[in-house]
């Protein structure tokens, strides 16, 4: 059957169980979508912040002559002293590129920006600063409203200048821009002084949570978030990760929201967020992104992401109006789409302000229009439903549900296509290739081959028609004719290729490799269609015939087919084929496959149904492309807060406190966690460097003590295992730790523990060392305080002794952690003792900053030689640390080791406060006595 620029459907398939993954549609927890956009009970306040605009080389590692300013808009709950809460998680907005200045226009007319500013951020005379970071006062007030400190970062003193070496796209530097303003907010954190001189008197000291981050990126910001998120979170895509890593050390980014991003990468990389869930918002009459590279980010992420992804496709919007600053836009759409602005207003030309562009492909027509409300409304419904579920300790993840496209919308929202995708939380059972049978006249082939044969087609119309196709009606100049060609192969879909024709009644089957029965189930369809018909059609934008497609669903069961759905599909796009890749800058003449677009049908299986196959039925003819179909695995999104978890282990001694073997998105917070004979908090399940299903676990203000109990070994207050992105141990209180002989720490990181914060905890009263790590990577020991441990003596005299205050066991070829800014508070009595021990030469860790002390003037040992303080900094490590007295404010004979005095030398040295919990209670006492009445010995 030959091919005409039929109309284009893709299917990619997946299978959840829905109570892992989204519930059942007939349970879904009810929402009432109107009140998405209310205001939330805080009050709202906003002031400015900025700094001098400067040459920094940390900003800018490439270059010398770029100047760089941290300034931008911050929006905070307006609490008061009767109704202070906190802290308050945060948010950070990033803008794309857009013109600096802004020129004077007539009343009426939207305003129009052009020309950049200088190397001091100034505009020519005459024009005015265009305010890119307010256009999202909309959002940063309604967060506030929810109890969210937002900040909008101007990027004015970047935004249109040239790139630099290893940066053409400044992308970097828009990364850098985000982790330096999240430096500076944890300066305002911790000194009300700093806080109220950069931000006009307002001191927002002490209320900001590090550990709840979300960013926002818009164009370019989109790739700089991701950037940002990559070098902070995964030491990634820049040489200076690391160092931001350490400086932004306890810092997560629990979500990132990209809008019409760029997806161009540098040095043939391009980066994906990982492990922490992740949202994009596509333009449906996209009129700048005109390659839509970004749709391609949604493909990769499907290979890497360990999270929930949401994919929208806001159609009738374009690419400026996410920013109320951005008032221009070119009204255009490809397809069957509803533009969000008012296709009715009147109409005037860019020559009409601008006389030079008479006569150039600048001179657009363009509606007076400044705007679209409703585009800001799907963008305030889009990043609530997000950053409201997942940033913040009192999100609520069930708001996530309204990108579920299983979850009906309200029939005053603007038409958006959903796509949800979780690859890690699912088993590939189908990969698109096997066990696939279609009615005769059906045509299968891969979609690269489907790419080809359709461009031939499309290349000889291109050289014969006098109009121009809509994606090249922006380019200075088009391709030549006679010259086309298809390039960017492999950006293309790896699926096939399936057409009905124009057939009612043919089908293609799918079967299982084996019979799966799940409880509850869904599959997940993801749907796009469009139609090329440009050069054939009057009516262009609704070319497609049928208008709208109708495929029944059916599912094939032991005992016969059941109808699950039918759906009906637009055509949204009327092109095929784009410019290869916009920043690459190949020739107009090499295109590339438009990517698809995907949609979700989201179908519930319930009553304990074996489903072995699937049939898709042609109503009135189409086109589809088959992926893969998948089965969820892991548990995410759970919160264990403010609970006593206490006196386990009675019938089972190896029993935990709290354990999570496969889970993300976990939160372990605000717990008294006690008298357990194993461990406290067990976190992870492979072992050594395996691929990991865990991550993203919150460890925050739990009181931990009295574990072990003398009864088993190996064991500790925390205790992890495997590779862990995201987690974050933070503000705990450890103590009274011990074992039955030996093994026993206060917190454990054991073997391949990766990529672990561990900040701002109280470890006492272990009976060996308070940290140790038996191998790891790139772990981020940072302001902690370790004291009285390895104290007691081994019961017996062949059990081995305990090891001192820290230590690392094996040696390994990459960085093992950094340690830095804490407190060792060393009490032991004797000849000497050890406060860091290696038991492999050539470990690699970095200490910095640190404050030893033992207040009976033990000598302290270090390394795996274990050799005098002075020796080991001889080493490189521990160059700018000390042995002093760290000056504790508290009574250190009631292990009040929770804040220092303001002459301390470790204040100096970087060291602050933690936060003293409630639920503490002073005293030292060990716990320390046997009960044989009460207790095994196991």
């Known amino acids: 059957m030959a091919m005409h620029f039929g109309y284009l459907v893709v299917f990619s398939i997946v299978l959840f169980d829905s109570y892992k993954g989204f519930p059942n549609t007939s349970d ?182 590090f550990a709840q981050v979300g960013l926002m990126g818009h164009s370019r910001g989109g790739e700089g978030v991701r950037n940002a998120y990559n070098m902070l979170m995964e030491n990634k895509g820049s040489s200076d990760a690391l160092m931001w890593r350490n400086r932004l050390a306890g810092m997560n980014i629990r979500a990132v929201m990209e809008i019409a991003p760029m997806y161009y990468g540098r040095d043939g990389i391009k980066l994906t967020v990982d492990n922490v869930p992740w949202a994009m918002m596509v333009a449906g009459c996209e009129d700048d992104e005109l390659d839509y590279a970004h749709v391609r980010l949604a493909s990769e992420q499907m290979k890497t992401a360990k999270h929930p992804n949401y994919v929208v496709h806001v159609y009738g919007a374009n690419h400026e109006y996410f920013n109320s600053e951005w008032q221009i836009g070119i009204p255009s759409c490809f397809g069957d789409q509803d533009p969000l602005w008012d296709v009715n207003a009147t109409t005037f030309k860019v020559s009409d302000i601008l006389p030079y562009t008479l006569n150039t492909f600048l001179d657009f027509t363009l509606p007076k229009v400044n705007g679209s409300e409703a585009q800001r409304r799907i963008t305030i ?122 057939s009612t009644k043919d089908e293609i089957l799918i079967l299982f490799d084996k019979t799966h029965t799940l409880n509850l189930m869904t599959i997940d369809i993801h749907l796009a269609r469009r139609s090329s018909c440009w050069f054939t059609s009057t009516h262009p934008s609704t070319c497609a015939e049928p208008r709208e497609m109708k495929t029944e669903i059916q599912l094939q069961t032991p005992n016969g087919f059941i109808t ?152 500790g207050g925390i205790y992890t295992l495997g590779i862990q992105p995201g987690t974050i141990i933070t503000n705990n209180v450890i103590k009274n730790v011990f074992s039955y002989a030996a093994y026993m720490w206060g917190i454990y990181l054991d073997e391949g523990s990766s990529h672990i914060i561990v900040s701002n905890n109280v470890v006492y009263n272990i009976g060996w060392g308070g940290l140790f790590q038996h191998y790891g990577a790139n772990n981020t020991i940072i302001n902690n305080v370790f004291a009285r441990n390895s104290e007691i003596q081994p019961p017996h005299p062949d059990d081995p002794i305990p090891d001192g205050d820290l230590r690392i066991m094996n040696t390994e070829d990459h960085l093992s952690w950094t340690f830095e800014n804490n407190i060792v508070y060393d009490t032991f009595q004797g000849s000497n003792h050890s406060a860091f021990k290696s038991d492999a030469p050539d470990v690699r860790v970095s200490f910095n900053n640190n404050v030893y002390y033992n207040p009976y003037n033990t000598p302290l040992l270090f390394g795996i030689q274990q ?52 639920k503490w209670a002073p005293g030292c006492g060990t716990d320390n006595v046997v009960n044989d009445n009460q207790f095994y010995h196991w």
């Not at 579920?404 to 990969?431: A, C, H, K, M, W």
């Not at 386990?648 to 354990?659: D, Q």
């Not at 042995?883 to 292990?895: E, R, S």
Request: some cysteine; charged content about 15%; aromatic content about 10%.
């Open 564 to 715: 699950a759905t039918t759906v009906s599909l637009k055509s949204r796009y009327n092109m095929q084929f784009v410019l290869c890749n916009a920043m690459m800058d190949m020739p107009p003449e090499k295109l590339a496959f438009l990517p698809v677009m995907f949609e979700t049908v989201r179908i519930p299986i319930t009553n304990d149904i074996p489903i072995t196959g699937i049939k898709f039925l042609s109503r009135n003819g189409g086109s589809v492309i088959l992926g893969d179909i998948m089965v969820p695995t892991p548990t995410s999104s759970i919160h264990i807060i403010s609970n006593e978890v206490s006196y386990g282990g009675n019938v089972f001694p190896s029993g935990v406190g709290v354990i999570v073997h496969r889970a993300v998105d976990v939160d372990i917070v605000d717990n008294s966690i006690h008298h357990h004979r194993y461990t406290g908090v067990s976190i992870g399940w492979e072992w050594g460097y395996a691929p990991s299903y865990t991550s993203n676990i919150l460890v925050h203000s739990n009181y931990i003590y009295n574990t072990g109990q003398h009864i088993l070994c190996d064991q």
């Open 28 to 209: 879904k927890t009810k929402i009432d979508i109107d009140s998405i956009f209310e205001n939330g009970p805080f009050g709202i306040a906003e002031t400015s912040y900025e700094y001098p605009t400067t040459y920094d080389i940390e900003m800018t590692p490439s270059s010398n002559n770029l100047t760089t300013q941290i300034r931008g808009q911050l929006y905070y709950p307006n609490f008061t002293a009767v109704n202070r809460k906190g802290p308050f998680p945060i948010l950070v907005f990033l803008p794309g590129k857009h013109p600096d200045c802004r020129t004077p226009v007539p009343l009426g007319y939207p305003a129009i920006d052009i020309n950049s500013t200088d190397s001091q951020g100034q505009c020519p005379d005459g024009m005015s600063k265009v305010a890119n970071h307010l256009g999202y006062s909309y959002l940063g007030r309604y967060f506030a409203s929810y109890g969210y400190i937002v900040a909008s970062i101007d990027v004015v003193s970047i935004n249109n200048k040239p790139g630099i070496d290893g940066d053409i796209t400044l992308n970097f530097v828009r990364a850098r821009l985000v982790l330096k303003t999240l430096e500076k907010m944890k300066e305002w954190n911790d000194s009300a002084e700093k806080c109220k001189q950069v931000l006009d008197g307002i001191d927002l000291s002490g209320h900001f949570d």
């Open 867 to 918: 050799t005098s303080f002075i020796e080991w900094q001889k080493t490189g490590q521990d160059n700018s640390s000390i042995i002093a007295d760290p000056l504790f404010t508290g009574d250190v004979n009631q292990c009040d080791f929770f804040t220092v005095q303001s002459n301390s030398p470790a204040v100096k040295l970087g060291f602050a406060n933690i936060t003293k919990l409630s």
């Open 381 to 502: 419904f889009v990043l609530a439903s997000f950053f409201r579920a997942y940033v913040g300790i009192n999100a609520d993840p069930s708001l996530a549900t309204l990108l579920d496209p299983s979850t009906p919308l309200s029939g005053d929202l603007s038409e958006i296509g959903r796509q949800y995708f979780n690859p890690v939380q699912s088993i590939l059972l189908f990969n698109g290739s096997d066990n696939i049978f279609g009615t005769p006249g059906i045509e299968m082939m891969p979609l690269q081959e489907y790419a080809q044969s359709t461009f031939n087609a499309f290349a000889k119309a291109y050289d014969a028609s006098l109009i121009r196709p809509p994606q090249f009606t922006f380019m200075p100049s088009p391709p030549q004719k006679g010259n086309l060609s298809l390039d960017c192969l492999d950006q293309i879909e790896n699926a096939i290729h399936i057409d009905f024709g124009n």
